[in-house]
Every structure is written in C-alpha cells, then in structure tokens.
C-alpha cells in the first residue's frame, strides 16, 4: 500500500492532515486486527498516540502507513500478551454439589392435592385459574375467552387463590413436603 500523493514530496505531512488522509483506511486495518469494531477504533487510537509522540522522529513520511500499521500489530500483541487467563489448570473439578431431588411421589402429591382443591373451587373460579395458570393465558385473554372484564378476571382469580391458600387439605400436604425437604437437605 502507498502513501496518497496529496501532500507535496517537499513538505512533509502535519499529524492532524496525515490522520485526516489516512484514517478509515487505518481503521479498515485495525479492524481486522480485531472482532469488535469499538476494540478496532480504541486500537487505531493508541497506535495514533503512539505514532504522535514519535511524530518529529520519524524521518521519511513517505513510510507513515507502514509505520502506524506495526504500531497498530505491536499494540495488538502487547493487549493479546497482557489479557488475564480466568482458567486455572487443577486436579480435580470444582463441582458443586448436587442438590437433593425432591421426591417424584411427594410432587405428584401435591399436584394431586392441588387438583383436587382446584376441583372444589367454583366453577366460574376453577375456569378462570386453569386458564390463567394451567394454560398460562394472560388476563386479558382470559376475560376475552370467558366474555367478562379483566377486572372480573383479576378479582375472582384473587378471590379463588385466597381460597386455595386457605384449604386445609392442600396445606397439611405441602407443609410435610416442605418438612421432608429440609430433613433431607439437612
């Protein structure tokens, strides 16, 4: 790659009309020094300092390009070089350890108990719950499907959750699951 010929062999080049010249191709370079495009700008940029502090020692401007693209490598390299290594070599993996699963029969309790509390809740109730929580409808299409308002939908869902919070036979199984829980945990 030359250098442009728009500066007159005599006179050399100011730092601010060179960058001006040259800059998007230098960018297309540190580009593909780079996968990401704000790294490439931050890259062209040191090496643009650090051709500026060298600026009155460089004595042929005709090789500026050449200059700034190993400034461009060089600074690369020394980021490649200094970037931090999360891994660590050792003998043996840090897993954690598994949790306790919860017992398949104690969860199917539960579902079988909270089914049947859903069963013994109204039937306007029950409708709304299994289409707001079981089919995972929004209230809005809730209240749509069952031709009421969405405020009608939120307040019988509410009242219907304080009911199945209420019910005796749905606490005194989720209550021994939660127990057995923390036994096992322990």
């Known amino acids: 790659m030359t250098t442009p010929r728009t500066v007159q062999m005599g006179t050399p080049p100011t730092f601010t009309s060179y960058v001006q010249a040259r800059g998007p191709v230098l960018l297309r370079t540190a580009r593909s020094l780079t996968s990401n495009p704000s790294d490439a700008e931050d890259l062209l940029q040191t090496a643009l300092t650090k051709t ?22 060089n600074t690369r390299t020394s980021q490649w070089r200094k970037r931090r290594v999360d891994e660590y070599a050792v003998d043996e993996l ?64 509410s009242r219907a959750l304080a009911k ?6 749905l606490a005194g199984i989720v209550d021994g699951v939660e127990r057995a829980d923390t036994v096992m945990a322990a």
């Not at 306790?100 to 108990?113: F, L």
């Not at 929004?138 to 019988?156: D, F, Q, R």
């Not at 199945?164 to 036979?169: G, H, S, T």
């Open 94 to 157: 840090p897993e954690p350890e598994p949790l306790p699963e919860p017992d398949p029969a104690e969860r199917q309790a539960v579902r079988d108990a909270m089914w049947r509390a859903v069963v013994r809740l109204p039937d306007r109730q029950r409708a709304m719950v299994v289409l707001r929580y079981y089919e995972d409808m929004s209230e809005a299409a809730t209240a749509e499907l069952l031709g009421v308002s969405v405020g009608t939908v939120k307040s019988a869902v």
């Open 52 to 73: 500026y502090l060298a600026w009155e020692r460089i004595e042929d401007h005709r090789a500026l390009d050449g200059y700034v693209r190993r400034a461009l490598l």
């Open 164 to 169: 199945l919070r209420a019910d005796v036979e």
